[in-house]
């Protein structure tokens, strides 16, 4: 870890003060630019999705042919990997200099990007836009939400939350220029224009992300008891006392049936309003409400937790999330009339696009305030991999549902067993949650109850 990291160590007297007081704010911005551009671009693909899916029923294109979920693997494989590599992202961030990481992640998420541009196969895309791009915005969006909670304590909620609005904001604006740009001068040059702009936002604000004095010399110690050559693959172990411990067992379960659930109406939202009646530019505008409310949501929810508490928050919301898709959701496509349907459907994504998208703001700073921050980046890593392979069971199985129940029309009642399936896994996430809530409270009674036994 360089010495560079410490600014008391790089300006001197009142300058050296003045920085540190506005390091967490620098951070803030930088790590939602980082947010907005990773995360965002991924969250957009849903633009790419209904365009080749047009083409693949055109001759002559790179998706001729293709089946939706051949198509849909994109964007699974690059939101799956997004957390899946996890675990390595988060061990560099502490082996090297966050930034160091983070340009690394500018220079493949573009090369992604502009890979995909010049591709002519669908499996070409599969390994540029959703590998390659997953890949990418995992070392983008990993030291943003490792390196950005450890700035703060009282505010860790609504600073996280902000952050992590950065997916929703960015879930409005990159649809919307990906539409203009697409019409405008054609989707190749609408990936290339995007890989020169992400390499600018991700390189740009990568430079400002750095460990809070505090952490630093635990990291430098940790880093010091093996030899370099050998930390480049090694995995930052979680502290066997803590993996099997009840409450890291809840969250994980928590963590993988909220995952699994969580993106399977966000891929669908447009799909499902077609067979609503709606047209192909009124569709894509439910991803957009979709991701405003996502923003919304992250914000004000992360500032209510900071004061109802994060676990509480955590409950209440994964809980209305899973109420809003079997109350929304689920009569919306049993729905006899298009009219009910609609207006069941309209409510549900705002509801959704509030609740369900709170729990990936409360989810890092849960791990604070259950592990400590001593495990949070071992902990962190682990769940986070958790995360993106219960992603990458959840949607495709949630797409083969939709496939399953339909041959020729595709109507409403296709999202049935979805929906179903998406409201019992999120009830299933709460009670999980519910668990590790009340496992944070037996281990803090007892913990209080050896303090008093010891100071009698």
Not at 327 to 349: E, M, N, R, V
Request: net charge positive; proline share 4%.
């Amino acid at each position: 870890m360089e010495p560079s990291l410490t600014p008391m160590q790089v300006d001197g007297g009142n300058l050296a003060t003045s920085r540190t007081r506005l390091q967490p704010a620098i951070i803030i911005i930088a790590s939602t630019t980082l947010v907005f551009t990773g995360c965002g671009i991924n969250f957009a693909f849903g633009v790419f999705q209904e365009l080749y899916d047009s083409m693949s029923k055109e001759p002559n294109t790179p998706f001729t042919g293709a089946t939706p979920a051949q198509i849909d693997l994109i964007g699974t494989l690059s939101i799956a990997l997004m957390t899946i590599g996890a675990p390595f992202a988060t061990a560099w961030t502490k082996q090297y200099p966050p930034r160091y990481v983070i340009w690394a992640s500018g220079i493949i998420h573009s090369s992604a990007l502009l890979f995909a541009s010049f591709s002519q196969h669908l499996w070409q895309f599969i390994l540029t836009q959703g590998v390659l791009l997953g890949m990418a915005t995992c070392l983008t969006y990993m030291p943003s939400v490792t390196v950005a909670p450890t700035w703060f304590t009282l505010h860790r909620g609504l600073a996280m939350g902000i952050i992590l609005a950065g997916t929703g904001i960015g879930g409005v604006a990159w649809p919307l220029a990906f539409r203009y740009l697409i019409q405008s001068v054609g989707f190749r040059n609408t990936l290339r224009v995007t890989a020169g702009i992400s390499f600018v936002l991700i390189c740009g604000s990568g430079a400002f992300i750095r460990w809070p004095a505090s952490q630093i010399t635990r990291i430098q110690a940790e880093n010091a008891a093996s030899s370099r050559s050998s930390t480049f693959f090694r995995l930052p172990l979680v502290d066997w006392r803590v993996v099997r411990s009840r409450k890291f067992v809840a969250h994980a379960l928590g963590a993988a049936l909220q995952s699994a659930a969580y993106y399977t109406p966000v891929f669908f939202f447009a799909s499902f309003a077609r067979t609503l009646g709606y047209s192909q530019a009124t569709s894509a505008n439910f991803i957009a409400i979709s991701n405003a409310a996502n923003a919304i949501g992250k914000v004000v929810i992360g500032h209510a937790a900071d004061r109802m508490g994060r676990l509480n928050t955590l409950v209440l919301t994964t809980l209305i999330s899973a109420v809003s898709v079997l109350a929304l959701w689920l009569p919306s496509c049993l729905s006899s009339t298009q009219s009910t349907g609609s207006t069941l459907f309209i409510t549900f994504t705002i509801f959704y696009g509030i609740f369900a998208s709170a729990y990936v703001a409360l989810f890092p700073t849960s791990l604070v305030e259950l592990f400590g921050v001593q495990n949070f980046v071992s902990v962190n890593g682990f769940l986070y991999m958790v995360r993106g392979f219960a992603t990458l069971v959840g949607t495709p199985v949630a797409g083969a549902l939709i496939r399953g129940n339909h041959e020729k029309s595709v109507g409403p009642r296709s999202y049935e067993n979805t929906s179903i399936m998406v409201g019992v896994l999120l009830v299933v996430a709460t009670l999980a949650v519910v668990w590790a809530r009340l496992e944070a409270t037996l281990t803090l009674d007892a913990a209080v109850g050896r303090r008093m036994k010891w100071l009698m």
